[in-house]
């Protein structure tokens, strides 16, 4: 999983790697390339993991930690999220930029925009459709402006619907698509206050109406909720500040903090066979 720095926690800073128990194995590559890393994802094929490192860059690495392609660095690229598009192309979120990125999988050129710029205040995480639809999330940014909804584009990347979700407890932080086809959102409501209620809320796609909430039991005291990820077993998992937890998804039972590490500031986690 990636771990923040600087200004998003004063993290660790590094992609760390725990085991299946929950206990911490280390950091899964030492390269200085990554730096703050944000987004987390595996290739089509389960043989790169690809990083957004805040040095302004993407790298993919092989499961032995060892960075083998490498974007190079943007200037101010900002890159947060990042998740395959259906075409085959890795997609990051830019957030300065506010829009999305699509590069190749290779990384070997700087990619183009799948959205204009300023498509939305603050891009938080996005999911592909079934039919090719594009679903962004848009939340608050650190200078607290912005706005808590998802927008929708179609196959042509033409904006279908500019707030899908009108929920006046969302402030989205990520977003995945369910097994389903369902929303499924990370959401940290008020955005930034100490008494913030991190809950998991899955939505319809169509209308975009509230399916449920998930949510931790308090005693984990489980707060920034970022990186969302589905596993084996209908297993969803979260990970945010000081924990990673657990959901049975299809009953909703709550599973538990299966990682915890004090100063984690989690953003985005992968679960590896």
């Known amino acids: 999983m990636t771990s923040a720095s600087g200004a998003n926690g004063d993290g660790y800073g590094i992609l760390l790697c725990f085991f299946a128990d929950g206990g911490l194995a280390g950091p899964f590559s030492d390269d200085r390339r990554i730096a703050d890393p944000r987004g987390l994802s595996l290739s089509p094929a389960g043989d790169l993991v690809y990083v957004t490192s805040g040095d302004d860059r993407v790298v993919a690495l092989n499961w032995n930690g060892k960075v083998v392609l490498d974007s190079g660095r943007t200037e101010g690229l900002d890159a947060g999220g990042g998740t395959f598009a259906p075409d085959g192309r890795y ?4 957030r300065r930029r506010g829009t999305i990125l699509a590069l190749p999988p290779r990384l070997d050129t700087e990619g183009e925009p799948l959205l204009p710029d300023g498509v939305v205040p603050f891009p938080r995480g996005f999911g592909f459709g079934g039919d090719g639809e594009l679903y962004l999330s848009s939340g608050i940014g650190p200078s607290g402006q912005g706005d808590n909804t998802i927008a929708v584009f179609d196959r042509a990347r033409t904006l ?3 707030r899908l979700v009108s ?7 990520d977003l995945t698509i369910a097994p ?4 499924v959102v990370s959401s940290e409501w008020p955005f930034g206050s100490p008494s913030a209620q ?3 809320r899955e939505y319809d796609p169509s209308t975009g109406q509230l399916v449920r909430v998930l949510a931790p039991e308090p005693t984990i005291e489980f707060t920034k909720p970022r990186g969302l990820r589905f596993g084996p077993g209908g297993r969803l998992y979260c990970v945010g500040r000081d924990h990673v937890v657990a959901f ?3 009953t909703g039972r709550f ?3 299966i990682a915890e590490l004090r100063r984690l500031n989690g953003q985005a986690l992968l679960v590896l066979p």
């Open 180 to 183: 389903g086809g369902n929303l």
């Open 255 to 257: 599973l538990g903090a």
């Open 167 to 173: 929920d006046p407890e969302l402030s989205p932080l």
């Open 248 to 250: 049975d998804f299809p």
């Open 198 to 200: 991190a809950t998991i």
């Open 91 to 94: 997609c990051v979120t830019l």
């Open 160 to 162: 279908r619907t500019p």
